[in-house]
C-alpha cells in the first residue's frame, strides 16, 4: 500500500509562486511514475504533470507549460510541482498520484487517472486575481 501526502497549497496573488510537495510511503519511490492532477469546482480532474521514475522525461498539460515545473526527490520519497506566475484559473484542488506498477513511460498514458494506483487526499490552491 502507496501513501501520498501532499501539502504546500494556500492562497496567493496572481503572479506569484507555489511549491507543492508530496510524500510518498513505500520502498519502491525510485520505481513510481508520478503525476499531479487538478480538479476545480464544478469541473472535472484535470491532468497537470507527470515524470518517469529516474525524473528524466516529463509530461505538461500545454496551459502550464513554462510555468510548473515537476521534479522528484528519491532520497527524501517526495515528488514536488514549482508553481509559477500562477493564474486565477490554476486555482483548483491539486492531487498528487503514483503508479507503482509502472514498468515504462508514456508521456500521453499517464495523462489518465487511470493510469495511477494510488491518490493522495489532495492540497487546495486558491489564485486570487
Known amino acids: 500500500q502507496v501513501q501520498l501526502v501532499e501539502s504546500g497549497g494556500g492562497l496567493v496573488q496572481a503572479g506569484g509562486s507555489l511549491r507543492l510537495s508530496c510524500a510518498a510511503s513505500?520502498?519502491?519511490?525510485?520505481?513510481?511514475?508520478m503525476g499531479w492532477f487538478r480538479q476545480a469546482p464544478g469541473k472535472e480532474r484535470e491532468f497537470v504533470s507527470s515524470i518517469s521514475w529516474s525524473g528524466s522525461m516529463r509530461y505538461y498539460l500545454d496551459s502550464v507549460k513554462g510555468r510548473f515545473t515537476i521534479s522528484r526527490d528519491a532520497a527524501k520519497n517526495t515528488v514536488y510541482l514549482q508553481m509559477n506566475s500562477l493564474k486565477p484559473e490554476d486555482t483548483a484542488v491539486y492531487y498528487c498520484a503514483a503508479d507503482e506498477n509502472a514498468s515504462y513511460y508514456d508521456g500521453s498514458y499517464y495523462q489518465r487517472p487511470s493510469a495511477y494506483d494510488y491518490w493522495g487526499q489532495g492540497t487546495q490552491v486558491t489564485v486570487s486575481s
Open positions: 513505500g520502498r519502491t519511490f525510485s520505481r513510481y511514475v
